[in-house]
């Protein structure tokens, strides 16, 4: 089975069977107690549709990271995706022309969507349930690493970027949640409690602060490529806090 990506679908070059379609779309929801976080759609040969109702659409985010540098060649790259979630960009970097792709992610439930997304595509990832920091350096060096939606989650960002620098041969694309204030690009923001209702989130960084870790852990040139999305004025979380922006990074460790 080959599968193509399109703008809004990965689109298999088969007809699935209405079997086939129940059984997916019925571990689609069995395999999400916790809801989706990337909206995936796939389409067969014949027009029919699964999708993963995620708080956002996956095709649309692809599209804007690629303004931002996201590689549109990844041709004889390993590639690890780190923080993959349901897998959606180990997907696409492979069908990018990766050669080899593992995307790991420290939740269960995400690595079995992520299989499931693999298993319906046939697309060849290897998702694994881990932590990037506590990954078994024996299993890289990887050319290329995506980093996305992790910087905030760390408690110990410090030590996960120098891990995943050690990692990474060539290049890593990261993008995370950003202090948006001008006058706070040098500093970083401690989360005592929740932010936007997740406990897990400890750390939002200024765009020059989180610049200077990269350089720190090992990356020789970090390029800030700008804000993604930038909240509008007065914009705040269901705790009553100011909401922050979205940044991307290109890094490169020569």
Not at 9 to 36: K, S
Not at 186 to 207: C, M
């Amino acid at each position: 089975m080959t599968t193509r990506i399109e703008a809004t679908c990965f689109r298999l070059d088969r007809r699935l069977t209405e079997d086939e379609l129940t059984r997916y779309a019925r571990l689609i929801v069995e395999l999400a107690p916790r809801g989706y976080l990337q909206g995936i759609r796939i389409e067969d040969a014949s027009g029919k549709s699964l999708k993963t109702l995620g708080l956002g659409d996956s095709f649309s985010a692809l599209a804007l990271w690629d303004h931002f540098g996201f590689p549109a060649d990844f041709s004889g790259k390993t590639v690890l995706d780190v923080g993959c979630n349901s897998g959606f960009f180990s997907l696409v970097a492979k069908l990018r022309g990766a050669k080899q792709v593992m995307g790991v992610d420290r939740r269960i439930d995400r690595i079995d969507q992520a299989r499931l997304m693999r298993e319906i595509t046939g697309i060849d990832v290897d998702f694994q349930v881990g932590a990037g920091q506590d990954l078994d350096e024996g299993v890289g060096p990887f050319d290329f690493t995506i980093n996305t939606g992790v910087m905030y989650h760390l408690q110990d960002p410090m030590h996960f970027l120098a891990h995943i620098a050690r990692m990474t041969r060539e290049a890593m694309f990261v993008e995370s949640e950003l202090l948006i204030d001008p006058r706070c690009a040098e500093h970083a923001w401690f989360i005592e409690k929740t932010y936007a209702g997740d406990p897990s989130n400890w750390w939002i960084f200024g765009p020059e602060c989180l610049g200077r870790m990269l350089r720190t852990a090992g990356f020789r040139r970090v390029d800030f490529r700008g804000f993604s999305y930038v909240p509008p004025t007065g914009t705040t979380t269901r705790e009553g806090l100011e909401r922050q922006g979205r940044g991307v990074f290109n890094c490169y460790k020569h």
